[in-house]
């Protein structure tokens, strides 16, 4: 628990005085190769990097492979490991507690896309504040191996057979929920997820990352399209993304022209550039967005990046207009009427 | 003929959706104005616009506010239900109905009274066409008032009070009274016997339903997150949080201390109100039976991995989607074992609307405390009919918010703690709140087999020690429950036990039961789950309880034979579910149905003949001596 420095060099820190093993979480006991492992790792960097006092932020998670993982980054935050496909509603329960933390959920394909569906989609809609993380395989791997709602049609599982039914996609139904910010990644992308996790932290609401990590165990045949392989091979990123901290200053590449680059300002002042924008691809178009989800499930591309980002609009606890202290701070004499109030209460039964 | 006076139940049938409750809760507020003791119970049927629905009004001398069985005055606006309105008139009693229902009437045994509702709503200039069938109903309200002597003062104030003091209503809905009354005053004669007259017995007192009480006593706990989905009959609790902790809360800086939010389903309404507690905020949800189902697995949740939540459960009858609007309390075995595994439940159970409102508050500072769900088990009968009641008491005790530990007490133990560590051995282990900025304050919640560091574990021996710790936690809560009500008679060898709703019927019971049965009784209102000392005292003082509750299998009378296997003789059953709220008549006459086949104590046994045993057959048959044979 305590954070110990490593024994040797003094380990560096960031501009909060941590080092990165203050966002360390407990070893993984997840596969040697898992596509979670690398996610975890790179949350780490992005807190880190971020400067963000693990105190901040709340994990939160449903069951399965994924959920397991808030277990293995960040052991300072508080965290809740809920039950199947009820994330959302924990997260939006506890995040009340204190406005001022931020959640950061990982989920799973069988955890949000089929027992935790309904609860997925509402949770967008309300714009909760917290990065929802979907660990995407394609595969139940607890229960070994069996077909997800995630998983493509025809794909062939070792003791499942043909998979019958058409895929779910996450972003797909992020964004006709009405979520705010949806973006789609690669397990295997490590420097994508790592700025994605950054400005997906940035934003003030839901912002929903759909990571396909293969599932070494279950599901990493080469022609897979939850596989490291097929994810190599059917990449296609939208642009590429940096993230920029508030009053971070933006160095671009000399060779770049205008109209190459786009910026998209986020709630904290943070921006994230988009570069080689050679599609010409615009996420703050929702219709846009839908288009380009579409054309790429028709083509079996896996679209990686900023899919949408949403206008500014108030998340879910700032549109209750709470007191500024925590609701958990409160105490009797916030909370408790005055005892004149009885009796307008009695002077109303009648 | 002679009068019966401020002793009598009336009957209003009209359509649902017709727009009666205004017309019949102007009727209740005039006589509760008037002095007298009254009680409102509505029938109503899981529809909005169209199936037949009853009021039904008691007018108490003796203050009874239990349902009564017989009607004396029935009152119909509805051709479909009118047949079978005219037939439950008993003989002696009225019958008024609307003129426009053109059905033949054979009864010379009754007083019947046609009213030309359509006639004078038309003839009163004062009322627009769009408004004429709602405040029509204000016709026969008249006509009553008229025919036996409700005070038209009393209806004004009633009205004033229904519209806030807003005129033109106020005008428009009088006006109809008056155009009855004056109606029947020119037209009826009186051929009944059934007269209110003022009394003083309602004065200090307030009118209010159970799940209004419920939400402001829940205000009054300082309530601050509120999940809920809509399911009839416990809906107007979460309305009544809309209502009152805006109006009982306000701030000058406007901002908001609590939040409601209208999930998705059940599943969410619970996983957000567990959420909500886990980060340290008063939190509680409102359902029904089909509700609590979904509710479940989360509630498992809740009780292993410690998280305080309210949950108010308005009973209504099951299983399944059953009788929607009808009353029930046959949760009790569900909640008491709600959830796979090993488990044990926090259960309040109010009589009254005074306890919704007290349990309202108190249950908060009790799930802080054990750190678990706490059920409140509430019906449709409290929580949705207006009762007379004592007016609300401001919480007697601060606010108990259990064991937290904040910054500056870690700081204090050097971070030195366990989620579940048991410190003070009493099984209650301290938790800290997300927020809290101390680097050693966070832990990881899960409902996974952990250990004192809320560590994930599957050690046997550490699995064991937790969940010995949780039982050991349920037992040091009892301190913390609402104790049992005794009701003695000095002398009394039989013991009645209930709880919940019954309450009313059961004291009215009891004094026919004496009255007119020479059976004296004790009546212990149990009042949380798991039952306290006081129970298993009641238990062994009496030869013969019995226990008396509103579901088909008895409940609580299997628990009590459960925790009781020695006295399982002397625990007999009186369980009846057909979702009517509990009559005076049927408690009356279950007991002494039950009162045949009952072992005799050693020491009656021993003066008593075997032969004389069973002796009591029917209320009626009761004799002196039948009465004396079975004690």
Known sequence: ???????????????????????????????????????????????????????????????????????????????????????????????????????????????????????????????????????????????????????????????????????????????????????????????????????????????????????????????????????????????????????????????????????????????????????????????????????????????????????EKSSLVDSYNLVDTPLNRLTESDLRPTPEMINKVNALMF | MTKAINDFSIIIGTKNGSGSSTANNTILRSIFKMGIPVSGKNLFPSNIQGLPTWYTIRVSKDGYLGRREEQDIVITLNPDSFMRDLASVPPGGAFFYADDIKLPISRADIAVYSMPIKKLIKDDANIPGNFRELVGNMIYVGVLAQMIGIDLDAVHAALEFHFKGKQKPIDMNFGAVKAGAEWAKANLEKKDSFYVEPMNKTEGLIMADGNTAAAIGSVFGGAQFVAWYPITPATSIAEGMNEYLPMLRKREDGKHTYAVVQAEDELAAIGMAIGAGWSGLRAMTSTSGPGLSLMTEFVGLAYYAEVPVVIWDVQRIGPSTGLPTRTSQADLSFVAEIGHGDSDSIILLPGDVNECFDFGWQSFDIAERAQAPVFVLSDLDIGMNQWMSRPFEYPKTPMDRGKVLWEKDLEELKGNWGRYLDKDGDAIAYRTLPGNKYPLSSYFTRGTGHDEHAKYTEDSTMFVRNMDRLKRKYETIKKYLPKPILHATKGAEVGILAYGSTEAAINEARVRLERDHDMKTDFLRVRALPLTQEVDEFIAKHDRIYVVEMNRDGQMHQRLTLAHPESAMKLISVAYGDGLPASARWVREGILAKHTNVPVSKSAAKAMPAKKKTSVKQTKTVSKNSRKGVK
């Open chain 1, 1 to 311: 628990m305590s954070a110990l420095p490593m024994a040797g060099a003094p380990a560096a820190t960031n501009t909060i005085g941590l080092t990165k093993h203050d966002y360390r979480g407990a070893p993984t006991t997840l596969c040697a190769g898992c596509g979670h492992n690398s996610i975890s790792n790179q949350i780490v960097a992005a807190m880190y990097e971020l400067n963000v006092l693990p105190e901040n932020v709340v994990k939160f998670s449903g069951i399965g492979c994924s959920s397991k993982s808030p277990t293995y980054f960040m052991n300072r935050s508080f965290g809740f490991n809920s039950l199947h496909g009820r994330m959302p509603s924990i997260a939006t329960g506890a995040l009340f507690g204190d406005h001022t933390l931020k959640g950061i959920g990982v989920s799973g394909d069988g955890d949000s896309a089929s027992i935790g569906m309904g609860q997925f989609k509402h949770v967008m809609r309300r714009n909760l504040n917290m990065v929802y993380i979907v660990e995407n395989n394609g595969v139940y791997g607890l229960t070994k191996g069996q077909f997800s709602a995630t998983a493509e049609v025809g794909l062939e599982l070792k003791r499942q057979g043909v998979n019958p039914y058409m895929p779910i996609d996450i972003c797909m139904e992020a964004i006709i929920s009405n979520a705010t910010f949806i973006a789609r990644s690669f397990a295997g992308n490590a420097k994508q997820v790592k700025e994605l996790v950054k400005a997906a932290f940035s934003h003030r609401g839901i912002a929903v990352l759909d990571i396909i990590s293969p599932c070494v165990t279950f599901n990493n045949a080469d022609s897979a399209h939850h596989s490291y392989a097929w994810g190599r091979d059917h990449e296609e990123p939208l642009h590429d993304l940096t993230y920029i901290a508030p009053r971070e200053e933006i160095m671009l590449d000399k060779e770049l022209e205008e109209g190459e680059v786009r910026e998209v300002t986020m709630h904290d002042g943070s921006i994230i550039l988009l570069k080689n924008l050679d599609k010409g691809y615009d996420p703050t178009n929702r219709f846009e967005a839908v288009r380009a989800l579409e054309e790429a499930q028709r083509n079996n591309w896996l679209i990686t990046g900023l899919i949408y980002k949403a206008p």
